[in-house]
Nanobody
């Protein structure tokens, strides 16, 4: 089993910054694609940013130029640097990872974290 634990959420004023982290632990052989998703109240969960194991990134149009996704493969950790935050960025942010398990299964499975609240308000 694999666990994803997010941290770094909180309350920030418009124009401010936050850095989210997502640490993966458990039976991990390798982590393939990872990503951040968010869900505002009453809305569907949307992709914010994704990153492949090789470092190729993809962003939602609404966050391009403001957010930056990165990962530390040695630490099995994903990051999201969020700058110039807007009230419309308020949501629960979820970490997602495509993981190949370790011995003996080496099975590929997708995992979600429990989410961390980001609130942008004055």
């Amino acid at each position: 089993q694999v666990q994803l634990v997010e941290s770094g959420g909180g309350l920030v004023q418009p124009g401010g910054s936050l850095r989210l982290s997502c640490a993966a632990s458990g039976s991990i052989f390798t982590i393939n694609a990872m990503g951040w998703y968010r869900q505002a109240p009453g809305k569907q969960r949307d992709m914010v940013a994704t990153i492949t194991s090789g470092g190729t990134t993809n962003y939602a149009d609404s966050v391009k130029g403001r957010f930056s996704i990165s990962r530390d493969n040695a630490k099995n950790t994903l990051y999201l640097q969020m700058n110039s935050l807007k009230p419309e960025d308020t949501a629960v942010y979820y970490c997602n990872a495509d993981v190949t398990a370790g011995w003996p299964t080496y099975r590929n499975q997708n995992y979600w974290g429990q989410g961390t609240q980001v609130t942008v308000s004055s």
